[in-house]
Nanobody, 125 residues
Framework: EVQLVESGGGLVQAGGSLRLSCAASGFTFDDYAIGWFRQAPGKEREGVSCISSSDGSTYYADSVKGRFTISSDNAKNTVYLQMNSLKLEDTAVYYC??????????????????WGKGTLVTVSS
């Protein structure tokens, strides 16, 4: 059974940090890129960051560049998203998904193969 399980969300003050984890199982981890997406209430889903499990290439949306860092522990089939200097506008449900690296950048996001259920990040003032 394919599973992507996000964890690490929560409530944090603006300027603070959180680290999200995405634990994958049930598929060949190295064959996929893992992307982080977010969706705020009333807004469209946004591709935030992505990492290629095979060569470590990374991508960041302009909105998070310089504040978020994506990393992968291939031995644990887990991808992390370190989020620093959090802003109110980072509040959203964060999802991880497995699929094509370029789909995270260019969409459509429903082209990703597997999705987790999401974890809520709330940034307060």
């Amino acid at each position: 059974e394919v599973q992507l399980v996000e964890s690490g969300g929560g409530l944090v003050q603006a300027g603070g940090s959180l680290r999200l984890s995405c634990a994958a199982s049930g598929f060949t981890f190295d064959d996929y890129a893992i992307g982080w997406f977010r969706q705020a209430p009333g807004k469209e889903r946004e591709g935030v960051s992505c990492i290629s499990s095979s060569d470590g290439s990374t991508y960041y949306a302009d909105s998070v560049k310089g504040r978020f860092t994506i990393s992968s522990d291939n031995a644990k089939n887990t991808v992390y998203l370190q989020m620093n200097s959090l802003k109110l506008e980072d509040t959203a449900v964060y999802y991880c998904a497995a699929g094509s690296f370029y789909t995270v950048i260019a969409g459509p996001y429903n082209g990703m193969d597997y999705w987790g259920k999401g974890t809520l990040v709330t940034v307060s003032s």
